[in-house]
């Protein structure tokens, strides 16, 4: 049973407009969220992260909105380029803890 | 800062063959992961260390595989014997444990035919 879920495989969005990514969680343990991007033949790289203590963390055109009470996340891109194009990843842990729980991924495609 | 390292990057073996994955990490990083991808199932944590002493392996998938770090610059994940549905790309990631997230190698592409 996955316990993080990214239910929309993939994703296409045009050149300038917002691309948003969305997360669900199962376990109510989680308190730490992170977001990684993939781009192919290499491993994933940090993105942002956020901790249940918040409910937005904003880093540049990146803004990572957490719902706890609907155990939801979700990664705005504003405004998408064609370089964001990749896999993106969440991942949650427990207890601000190393573990980290990955959700299968979102492949974003950013449309010139 | 060379990031974490992991050899080889491609790995091609026939069924019932022992591979062996190796990784350095990051210098300074106290905590080691070995995660696993596929197309059905994502990024899987298979198996991680801290300070050398595994610490959670409930996700190795069976006991044909093993992981040992000898000491803090050294890390390998053994398959043994191989099978088809071991074919995936395999990343090792270090961090300094303060829950702040990873650095991931490139990975080994491991097919077994």
């Known amino acids: 049973d996955q316990q993080v879920k990214q239910n929309s495989p993939s994703l296409s969005v045009q050149e300038g407009r917002i691309s948003i990514l969305n997360c669900d969680y199962t376990n109510s343990m989680f308190d730490y969220f992170l977001w990684y991007k993939k781009y192919p033949a290499e491993g994933p790289t940090f993105l942002i992260s956020?901790?249940?203590?918040?409910d937005k963390n904003e880093d540049g055109r990146f803004t990572v909105f957490l719902n706890k009470s609907a155990k939801h996340l979700s990664l705005h891109i504003v405004p998408s380029q064609p370089g964001d194009s990749a896999v993106y990843f969440c991942a949650a842990s427990a207890n601000y803890g190393q573990n980290f729980v990955f959700g299968p991924g979102t492949r974003l495609s950013v449309l010139p | 800062d060379a990031g974490v390292i992991q050899s080889p990057r491609h790995e091609v073996t026939e069924m019932g063959q022992e591979v062996t994955l190796r990784c350095k990490p990051i210098?300074?990083?106290?905590?080691l992961f070995w995660y696993r991808q596929t197309m059905m199932r994502g990024l899987e944590l298979l198996i991680y260390?801290?300070?050398?002493?595994?610490?959670?392996d409930s996700g190795m998938p069976e006991d044909r595989f093993s992981a040992k770090m000898p000491n803090a610059s050294f890390s390998t994940l053994k398959i043994q014997p191989s099978e088809p549905r071991d074919s995936a790309v395999y990343f090792c990631?270090?961090?300094?444990?303060?829950?702040?997230?990873?650095?991931f190698g490139s990975g080994t592409r491991l097919t077994v035919v």
């Open positions: 210098s300074g990083h106290n905590s």
């Open positions: 260390f801290n300070n050398n002493v595994p610490i959670d």
């Open positions: 956020i901790s249940s203590i918040k």
């Open positions: 990631a270090s961090s300094l444990g303060t829950g702040l997230g990873y650095t």
